[in-house]
T-cell receptor, first 116, second 116 residues
Framework: DTEVTQTPKHLVMGMTNKKSLKCEQHMGHRAMYWYKQKAKKPPELMFV???????INESVPSRFSPECPNSSLLNLHLHALQPEDSALYLC???????????????FGPGTRLTVT | GQQVMQIPQYQHVQEGEDFTTYCNSSTTLSNIQWYKQRPGGHPVFLIQ?????EVKKQKRLTFQFGEAKKNSSLHITATQTTDVGTYFCAGPLWNAGGTSYGKLTFGQGTILTVHP
């Protein structure tokens, strides 16, 4: 099974709402990533978890809060977002720890987020 | 910092024509990965090149890694409408001490349109 699943597929939220994005993989991968992608742009790294610990935070605003409950799950908690946060949010995973950049990343289908 | 430049940004071809996208890094890469993202989809790993001068083929797709490991190319022979999408190259980011930062630097992508 080489699948990364993400829920929900689409999310519309107001600027005062709190919501969560979920990601799951069952490939035994030990590195998991959150990316943000705007239209016609490459994925932009937000967070990296390695062995369930936060390894990289790319200076992401605190209104985005990641969580890794176990080795298969990754959440992204959203609170008080801005309209400019509207984007496709992608989860990815790869073998080994986060420094094993020689391994390919498997991306989930993404959550298309609209902030109104 | 490390930059990965990809050209062209857009490419429109007639079905049956060939297509090439080029990727250039400001620093030597340990490896380079290529991803394809279909319209409305998510990035999907295509291939990884590791060795200097390496050439790999996948059916109509040919991938090359430069001798200096600073550039790479993806060539598609006789494009088909199924080739439509954005092609990204990505290289791992390393520090001066040779330790991976654990993240990929993506090129800006080449958006391929194929006219039937």
């Amino acid at each position: 099974d080489t699948e990364v699943t993400q829920t929900p597929k689409h999310l519309v939220m107001g600027m005062t709402n709190k919501k969560s994005l979920k990601c799951e993989q069952h490939m035994g991968h030990r590195a998991m990533y959150w990316y943000k992608q705007k239209a016609k742009k490459p994925p932009e790294l937000m967070f990296v978890y390695s062995y369930e610990k936060l390894s990289i935070n790319e200076s992401v605003p605190s209104r985005f809060s990641p969580e890794c409950p176990n080795s298969s799950l990754l959440n992204l908690h959203l609170h008080a977002l801005q309209p400019e946060d509207s984007a496709l949010y992608l989860c990815a995973s790869s073998q080994g720890g986060f420094r094993s950049s020689r391994y390919e990343q498997y991306f989930g289908p993404g959550t298309r987020l609209t902030v109104t | 910092g490390q930059q990965v430049m990809q050209i062209p940004q857009y490419q429109h071809v007639q079905e049956g024509e060939d297509f090439t996208t080029y990727c250039n890094s400001s620093t030597t890469l340990s490896n380079i990965q290529w991803y394809k993202q279909r319209p409305g989809g998510h990035p999907v790993f295509l291939i990884q090149l590791v060795k200097s001068g390496e050439v790999k083929k996948q059916k109509r797709l040919t991938f090359q890694f430069g001798e200096a490991k600073k550039n790479s190319s993806l060539h598609i022979t006789a494009t088909q409408t199924t080739d439509v999408g954005t092609y990204f190259c990505a290289g791992p980011l390393w520090n001066a001490g040779g330790t991976s930062y654990g993240k990929l630097t993506f090129g800006q992508g080449t958006i391929l349109t194929v006219h039937p």
